[in-house]
């Protein structure tokens, strides 16, 4: 009896444990086969491929998750309103269980901060799992989600991407088409950025053709184009990769004005295509002296893009002597950050003997005492056997 008593004890943990993991997925209702997880409303449209729905929602009430394997809270969320997906959902319920604060439980767990309120105004990406709705952490809509009227300085902007989602998704195609191809040129980074990648994943040509003319134009915002970029690269390869249209898109980047978040696209960009090994290493250093040239971007992002040689050293797409050039060209930089950052780059790096030679009339008449002190360090290293 003890021992029946006892198993019956550590099925409900383990099975409370699981629901919690579900949970932070955004659930906190049964959970169906798993076969009917994803149900796609893209159904409805053959332009727009996404599998979530897009709901403007209201907070009913949050309470504690009292379950015994559970999160900190469960609110109760109303849809108000459908940009995307069945108009049947409006007025539908659904709950989300998450922690407010980080509990270090791994990615799998929903953080909110502050916790959802009462009355609150949200727009979330939203999955169908049978009858039921539940959060859906892996949209393509490129904005994170929830989007909070109350707490999320990007709310208005969420939102008019999310009516622009719904003129797209309530068009007929040849409408629709024509819509993202408008929007495409949106000044708003969020909108332009979705349409682009949008029209990326139609499967006729003149989708390309479009997406080819709009990067050669440059109409598009900066985000619009790094993801124009990045399609371009995977539907065409190298025919696109060794054009003149892509360079002259690339240099664009790096010699307009830019702001934090453009500069911080730009260099994700550029990181993620160095991974794929779509652009020359000599180019990618080329691109990356032109951004640190870049009066218009800022000292912290300049010290950001010296991630960029990390993935093609590591995975050989990159001569360890070519970027120790390019962070010795550097050490001398006027701008103290950038010159220590250089230097600690160095630290990783193998250098020849005669850039080590070059280094030691730097560390006796530095321009920054930081970097004498790196550069000292680095020469006693390669000193020792």
């Known amino acids: 009896m003890e021992k029946k008593f006892l198993l019956g004890m550590l099925f409900l943990i383990v099975n409370g444990w699981i629901e919690g993991i579900l949970a932070g997925y955004g659930t906190a209702q049964p959970i169906p086969d798993s076969k009917s997880l994803v149900q796609s409303v893209s159904e409805d449209t053959s332009v727009i491929k996404e599998k979530s729905i897009l709901a403007l929602c209201k907070v009913i009430e949050t309470q504690p998750d009292d379950r015994p394997v559970g999160m900190e809270f469960i609110s109760t969320m109303e849809v108000l309103h459908v940009f995307h997906g069945p108009d049947s959902f409006t007025g539908r319920t659904f709950q989300v269980a998450y922690y407010e604060k980080n509990m ?85 980074p969020e909108i332009s950025t979705w349409a682009v990648k949008t029209l990326g994943a139609m499967d006729d040509s003149e989708g390309v053709d479009f997406l080819k003319s709009l990067a050669v134009s440059g109409r598009s915002t900066i985000r619009g184009q790094t993801a124009l970029d990045r399609i371009l690269t995977e539907k065409l390869g190298v025919t696109w990769q060794n054009s003149r249209a892509r360079l002259e ?7 307009a004005p830019l702001t934090d978040s453009e500069a911080t696209y730009v260099i994700d960009c550029l990181d993620v295509l160095s991974q794929w090994n779509t652009v020359e290493s000599k180019l990618l250093l080329n691109l990356m002296k032109k951004l640190l040239a870049n009066p218009q971007v800022s000292i912290d992002m300049k010290v950001s893009s010296y991630k960029l040689p990390y993935f093609p050293l590591l995975r050989g797409y990159m001569s360890s002597n070519d970027a120790c050039e390019f962070f010795m060209g550097q050490l001398q930089n006027e701008e103290p950050k950038l010159a220590v950052g250089a230097a600690k780059c160095l630290t990783r790096l193998p250098l020849t003997e005669p850039q080590r030679e070059r280094l030691k009339p730097l560390s006796l008449k530095p321009r920054h005492e930081e970097v004498t002190r790196i550069i000292q360090e680095i020469l006693q290293r390669q000193q020792q056997p």
């Open 104 to 188: 270090n439980f791994g990615r799998a767990y929903q953080i909110i901060n502050p916790k959802l309120e009462s009355g609150e105004i949200t727009v979330w990406a939203l999955l169908r799992v049978g009858n039921q709705l539940t959060v859906f952490p892996h949209s393509n809509y490129g904005v994170p989600f929830p989007s909070r009227s109350n707490q999320d300085f990007l709310y208005p902007q969420v939102l008019d991407l999310a009516k622009a989602v719904e003129s797209v998704s309530r068009s007929p195609k040849e409408k629709a088409v024509q819509l993202l191809k408008e929007l495409a040129v949106s000044q708003s």
């Open 249 to 255: 898109l690339e240099e664009s980047w790096v010699k």
